[in-house]
């Protein structure tokens, strides 16, 4: 995992489906290649988090699978 000082403001980010209209307090995703950037909804200027595909996708999986538990 690696962290950018700040989210680049041109990425396409998105918030989960399963978020609640109107609710800012969630997190955003977005590819930059080579990772997928990950930031909080509230500060979108604040800093990102940066997963390789592998780990973004191991962690995705295993959220579905406990939610489908």
Do not use: Q, Y
């Amino acid at each position: 995992m690696r962290s950018f000082p700040v989210a680049p403001a041109s990425a396409a980010w998105r918030k989960s489906s399963h978020s609640a209209e109107g609710n800012d307090a969630c997190v955003e995703v977005a590819p930059i290649a080579p990772v997928i950037a990950v930031r909080d909804s509230v500060d979108p200027t604040g800093p990102a988090l940066a997963f390789s595909p592998a780990v973004w996708n191991a962690f995705t999986a295993r959220v579905r699978t406990i939610e489908n538990a």
